[in-house]
């Protein structure tokens, strides 16, 4: 179904199944330990043995030779395939560098071979034998350092720089200007499941269990990489216990599993160490951003300038911070532009809302100072240059822009009201501020499909090559196909992440939930087709509900259109680009943090999330996407930063321990709202994603607040105490 | 992991008698991650955790005697400890996770080692690790590191709580060696600085030799703070903590945590106390070295003093 025109209504509307607040369908599997992950295929697969990845411990340079001999010899090691051994075509979909590198490396714990043996500590312990004579080459480890050099580059395919009116004239010429720069840390996924393959080989035919978050395009590229048809792989991915982009496309667990297992023709299961993760995998690279906006004194924006400035390996692409800014605000007069600087560290890439979630911080601290320089309130301000066309494409209207209502209506439930001047607010040691920032994520869409089939028995079957990230998919997929055919959610079995199936849009970019539910809404219209014609009723006038078809006086049951055995349909969700429509899901966030007079310690008080993303499948599991992305915000504002040694071109904290994330005691109470209004023209659901919305903005109200506590403002995340204590005030 | 023999004794008495060239091991919380990351790669684990030593006695004076193999949840739900000790009781609750308490030993966590990110990397130069190869930490990342006690060969902080708090209590640490000789370590002494000599030797215990228990001295009596700075609210290690016992009469006990390769603390300080946070600070940090990452954590911990001191004085009034 190729969907370009608003939606009228449908039987989703009824919200029976779909809106209601459905706790996860596989969630007894996953709190008894049933439901099976990648590294947990044991009982399937007897024989099996265990790769360790074999890192690079440089960054660049080049492999002199290889000596693999100790650890041939190391107990139970049955065999150790290094780059000189390894055939790979190309690299992974969507990755820029190597899978496998050598002799070149290309980043610091790059992996260069793996040991296979019969147990995980053998391989481990042989793995640290093999040994690697390197020559080190200089790479470039510092954005400070490159930025000079640093090119105006488009990311995933998008402009580099854009312009309307003309910025730097009017910037110059604006009655009220700010110009700052702010910096961003480079964070990692931080997945609680590490990336895990499991490889067997069934003749000609390559059976993989991994964690993966797009099933198709992984398959695809295992195929390429191996050099071999489609058809060959198989990939099952059923469960995935987070991915945040890391794992939208096959990593060096993936491949080298499936070749280890090819060269010793048993099944092969590589699970990557925690201390691999943070270099040999991806990472959102560290920013620099300078904002300039220049304003009339009533609050109207005339100007508005953000570049971006990011490293990441050669062809790879920039973090682009100014999507952040390119269809928020409003101003005539715009220049936008990323750079990116050739650096050695390890990949840049998809890190959770890439561009937005550190661009926004930026861009929402740059705007709570320029409504102080003018004397506004910083919603107020916001309100002022609010737009229902794209600031950058004004020949875009937005289908669904609730955001001057999410300022308002969070405004009114946080009590902002009461917010104080800075520094002037105490609550025993601690100094108290209020903060918000707009929360903007593009709303994306991709085609997305599935089957869906009655079966004899009266209960649903949907199949997708669709994963659950940990998001909520195979829940919203139950109620959707329940809600289509009239039938309760435990009257629907979910099947995901097995390439066997309809291809569908995958998880990533937060189009999960609308696309793949779109699909199978497609697949649910066929069905309920196939159904009426089996009870020869008029296919347009039909009801389904309680586990009836009703047409007109007649009334069945769904078993009686199964009386001849199983109906099944399949459907596609597809749409055409827009040129007048621009889709998106808009939010405001709102933080009050306590900042400890003494110590500097900033301690988060509570958060809400005011959220408008069209329909709302399901308020839990959108609300935990919420939490979960406002958790990550407080992590990029007050403690993730991965520390780039410069000599070494590695990420040093490369642990849990050393890369702190939030803890529940960080975390101490936060509100979800959603407005859940209906937008009829992104897809037939009406609805959009939020798993990226609730962490857009998020670190830029927590800095925000930070200035209105302390009185300081900081223009770098993550705000440790070091920068804060100097300028509170001397306790002694 | 290496490859390792694992035995396991019942008493003190068969593990000193298996002691040679062996590590022990109880709650393996800090050394099994060390062997997975081949940190350390002990031939033999000699594992006592079923060697008795888990009871906590009063002692002839009125003080307590701490077995080596008493867990770390323990310790701090002990009667004895909350009403007598309550610094301790804070400064184990403000470590680590409520699973990693459960098993961690009150001797191993005085054992437990450096978190400098160089010593957890194979692939970097590490006199701690590996003597003679060079300190990745002097030119590199020390925001964590010790600013005072270091030496160019090393910069180890010591990363622990419950000791610092075992500092301010005066606490002794009593081993037995593997010819069955006891002899006690005053806390003061029991984690070593490094010095300007390889290996860098950084506790004071003999080849073989085995800790038994730790032991307090009476309750100090007084009002008991211990504070932990850390970068979030739980589960990380202390930027700077400051362990104290504060009399009535302004008088009291101060040890530092997070600054120094062992907790740290000095008589000039403690005779400062009644003179402020800078006075107390300046004491604590004579000669201090602190690197371009780390000098904060001077003003840090004379900020996290003061703190300590304005709710000592709030106590008393």
């Known amino acids: ?51 360790a990845i074999v890192p690079a411990t440089i960054a660049k340079g080049t492999v002199k030779a290889v000596d693999p001999q100790a650890a041939r010899q190391s107990p139970g090691v049955v065999e150790v395939l290094t780059f000189e051994d390894i055939d790979i075509h190309g690299t992974s979909s969507g990755r820029t560098v190597k899978m496998v590198g050598g002799p070149e490396v290309q980043h610091y714990h790059q992996a260069l071979g793996i040991v296979i043996a019969e147990t995980f500590e053998q391989a481990r312990a042989a793995a640290a034998l093999v040994h690697f004579e390197y020559e080190v080459g200089a790479g470039s480890f510092s954005l400070d350092g490159g930025r000079a050099d640093a090119k105006v580059c488009g990311a995933y395919g998008g402009p580099g720089e854009t312009r309307l009116g003309d910025f730097e004239a009017a910037f110059e010429a604006g009655e009220v200007r700010f110009d700052a720069e702010y ?58 216990g987070g991915g945040f982009g890391a794992k939208l496309w096959a990593n060096a667990d993936a491949i080298l599993a499936a070749i280890a297992a090819k060269k010793v023709g048993r099944p092969v299961k590589v699970v990557m160490p925690r201390g691999l993760i943070f270099n040999n995998t991806i990472n959102r690279p560290e920013t620099i951003q300078r904002l300039r906006i220049a304003a009339r004194a009533d609050g109207t924006i005339e100007a508005f300038g953000h570049e971006g400035w990011s490293g990441n390996v050669k062809g790879g692409n920039p973090e682009s911070t100014v999507m952040a800014s390119r269809s928020v605000y409003a101003g005539p007069n715009r220049l936008m532009a990323d750079h990116m600087a050739h650096l050695d560290l390890p990949e840049g890439n998809a890190v959770r809302a890439p561009g937005d979630a550190v661009g926004s911080i930026a861009v929402e601290i740059a705007m709570d100072e320029m409504a102080e320089k003018l004397g506004l309130d910083p919603i107020e301000f916001r309100v002022i240059n609010d737009s229902q066309v794209d600031p950058s494409k004004p020949e875009k209207t937005f289908t669904n822009r609730h955001l001057v209502r999410c300022l308002r209506d969070g405004a009114e439930r946080f009590g902002w009201g009461d917010r104080m001047a800075p520094g002037t607010r105490r609550d025993g040691k601690w100094l108290i501020g209020m903060g918000v920032a707009t929360a903007y994520r593009a709303a994306l869409r991709h085609a997305s499909g599935a089957a869906v089939r009655l079966e004899t028995n009266g209960r649903i079957t949907v199949e997708t090559d669709m994963t659950d990230i940990g998001t909520g998919s195979y829940t919203i997929l139950a109620q959707t196909a329940g809600e289509m055919l009239g039938v309760s959610v435990d009257r629907v079995d979910v099947r995901l992440g097995d390439s066997r199936f309809p291809v569908s849009a995958g998880s990533g970019g937060q189009w999960g939930a609308s696309s793949s539910t779109s699909g199978l809404y497609v697949a649910c219209v066929n069905l309920r087709r196939s159904i009426a014609e089996r009870l020869s009723m008029d296919a347009e006038r039909v009801e389904f509900e309680g586990g009836e078809v009703r047409s007109g006086n007649r009334v069945c049951s769904l078993l009686d259109a199964v009386a001849g055995g199983p109906v099944e349909a399949e459907g596609k969700f597809d749409f055409a680009q827009s040129d007048t ?149 001397e306790p002694v | 992991m290496k490859t390792f023999t694992y035995d396991r004794v019942t008493s003190a008495e068969e593990a000193l008698a298996n002691g040679a060239g062996a590590s022990f091991v109880a709650g393996g919380t800090n050394l099994l991650d060390h062997m997975k990351l081949q940190i350390v790669t002990p031939e033999r684990l000699v594992d006592i955790n079923r060697a008795g030593m888990d009871a906590i006695e009063t002692t002839a004076d009125g003080g307590l005697r701490i077995g080596a193999l008493v867990r770390n949840s323990d310790l701090a739900a002990d009667a004895r400890v909350i009403a007598g000790y309550p610094v301790l009781a804070r400064a184990i609750l403000a470590g680590a996770s409520g699973q990693i308490r459960n098993r961690a030993t009150t001797a191993g966590n005085l054992m437990q080692r450096t978190r400098c990110p160089y010593f957890y990397d194979t692939a970097l130069a590490c006199n701690k690790r590996a003597p003679g190869s060079g300190c990745s930490a002097q030119d590199g990342h020390s925001r964590t590191l010790a600013v005072i006690g270091t030496s160019d060969l090393c910069l180890c902080q010591n990363p622990g709580d419950m000791a610092v708090a075992l500092r301010v209590l005066d606490a002794v640490v009593e081993v037995a060696g593997p010819s069955g000789k006891t002899r006690t370590i005053p806390i003061a002494q029991f984690h070593q600085l490094p010095g300007d000599t390889l290996p860098i ?80 600070a300046d004491a604590l940090f004579e000669g201090a070295r602190p690197q371009e990452d780390n000098a904060f954590k001077i003003d840090l911990a004379t900020r996290t003093i003061a703190a300590v001191l304005a709710e000592a004085k709030e106590a008393r009034t």
């Open chain 1, 1 to 51: 179904m190729k969907f370009d025109a608003p939606i009228g209504d449908t039987p989703i509307d009824n919200g029976r199944v779909v809106g209601r607040p459905h706790s996860r369908v596989e969630g007894p599997l996953k709190v008894t330990g049933r439901a099976t992950y990648a590294a947990e295929w044991h009982e399937d697969l007897p024989a099996m043995l265990y790769g």
């Open chain 1, 183 to 240: 910096r961003t840390g480079a964070h990692s996924p931080a997945m609680i499941e590490p990336f895990a393959s499991i490889a067997q080989w069934q003749g000609d035919d390559l059976m993989l269990w991994t964690s993966n978050q797009m099933i198709a395009g992984t398959r695809g590229s295992m195929a390429s990489m191996l050099r071999l048809d489609e058809e060959r792989v198989r990939i099952f991915s059923p469960y995935v």
């Open chain 1, 581 to 729: 429509k621009a889709f998106g899901t808009f939010g405001a966030h709102f933080v009050e943090v306590g900042v400890d007079a003494y110590t500097g310690e900033v301690r988060v008080r509570r958060m809400l999330a005011v959220c408008s993303a069209g329909r709302i499948l399901n308020p839990v599991s959108a609300r935990s996407q919420v939490i979960g992305a406002m958790t990550w915000g407080v992590g990029a504002a007050l403690s993730e930063k991965l520390e780039v040694d410069e000599r070494y071109g590695c990420f040093l904290n490369h642990d849990l321990a050393l890369y702190e994330v939030p803890v529940h005691a960080d975390i101490p109470h936060q509100d979800v709202v959603f407005l859940d209004d209906l937008d009829p023209h992104g897809n037939p659901m009406k609805a959009h994603g939020v798993g990226e919305l609730g962490l857009c903005g998020v670190g830029g109200a927590i800095a925000n607040a930070v200035y209105n506590a302390t009185g300081t403002r900081l223009r770098k995340v993550p705000m440790m105490v070091e920068d804060i204590i100097p300028h509170l005030p």
């Open chain 2, 201 to 280: 030797a950084e506790f004071a215990l003999d080849p073989g030799e085995l800790i038994t228990a730790v032991t307090l001295p009476p309750p100090p009596g007084g009002a008991h703070f211990y504070r932990k700075v850390r970068d979030r609210s739980s589960y990380a290690f202390a930027l700077v903590s400051v362990a104290a016992v504060i009399h009535g009469d302004g008088t009291g006990r101060i040890a530092l945590g997070g600054v120094a390769p062992r907790p740290w603390a000095s008589e000039a300080a403690d005779a400062a106390i009644s003179k402020g946070a800078r006075a107390i």
